[in-house]
Antibody, heavy 119, light 113 residues
Framework: EVQLLESGGDLVQPGGSLRLSCAAS????????MTWVRQAPGKGLEWVSA????????YYADSVRGRFTISRDNSKNTLYLHMISLRAEDTAVYFC????????????WGQGTLVTVSS | DIVMTQSPDSLAVSLGERATINCKSS????????????LAWYRQKPGQPPKLLIY???TRESGVPDRFSGSGSGTDFTLSISSLQAEDVAVYYC?????????FGQGTKVEIK
């Protein structure tokens, strides 16, 4: 059974930093691209970042480029999102999701971890 | 960026009746080389993560009931629920994966009338 378990969400002050983790199990992690999608309270879904199977190619939304860094450790079956210079508008539940083999749509999602940016 | 616009924002449908959600993209999602449209649909129940329902505009994900169907091509797409069940109360999102940044529609909330 595919499982994705996010962690690392917290209350952080504006300008602060945080690292999210997503522990994967139930599939061969190293053979799938992965992504982060966020959802602000009461709002819709916003794609944030994605990373290729090897980690050699990364993609970012304009809203986070230069502040967020996606990475992965295939030996630990774990996906990461390192966030710096956090803003109030980054407040959201952050989901990690697995790319289906065909293309960049997502067939398994974690339950999410809440990041709150507030003073 | 490709903008995805769903309509309506919300709808109320009686149990057993058809629900129809529309999704319009600001540019074509059709790859002419493969004749495939890069459009997916998700359902998000309250307090849960999204669940993939449909991809390539009309291919049902494994395990998804056949009351869900997707149609459309180019810039105009539709998700239909042929006979609404209580468990279908949720917010539905379309997503384009034709080009980065991958973008979602704003969501359509489906309720029971």
């Amino acid at each position: 059974e595919v499982q994705l378990l996010e962690s690392g969400g917290d209350l952080v002050q504006p300008g602060g930093s945080l690292r999210l983790s997503c522990a994967a199990s139930g599939f061969t992690f190293s053979t799938y691209a992965m992504t982060w999608v966020r959802q602000a309270p009461g709002k819709g879904l916003e794609w944030v970042s994605a990373i290729s199977r090897s980690g050699g190619t990364t993609y970012y939304a304009d809203s986070v480029r230069g502040r967020f860094t996606i990475s992965r450790d295939n030996s630990k079956n774990t996906l990461y999102l390192h966030m710096i210079s956090l803003r109030a508008e980054d407040t959201a539940v952050y989901f990690c999701a697995k790319k289906k083999a065909d293309d960049y749509f997502f067939d398994y999602w974690g339950q999410g971890t809440l990041v709150t940016v507030s003073s | 960026d490709i903008v995805m616009t769903q309509s309506p924002d919300s709808l109320a449908v009686s149990l057993g009746e058809r629900a129809t959600i529309n999704c319009k993209s600001s540019q074509s999602l059709l790859y002419r080389s493969t004749n495939k449209n890069s459009l997916a649909w998700y359902r998000q129940k309250p307090g849960q993560p999204p669940k993939l329902l449909i991809y390539w505009a009309s291919t049902r994900e494994s395990g998804v009931p056949d009351r869900f169907s997707g149609s459309g091509s180019g810039t105009d797409f539709t998700l239909s629920i042929s006979s609404l069940q209580a468990e279908d109360v949720a917010v539905y999102y379309c997503q384009q994966y034709y080009s980065t940044p991958w973008t979602f529609g704003q969501g359509t909330k489906v309720e029971i009338k």
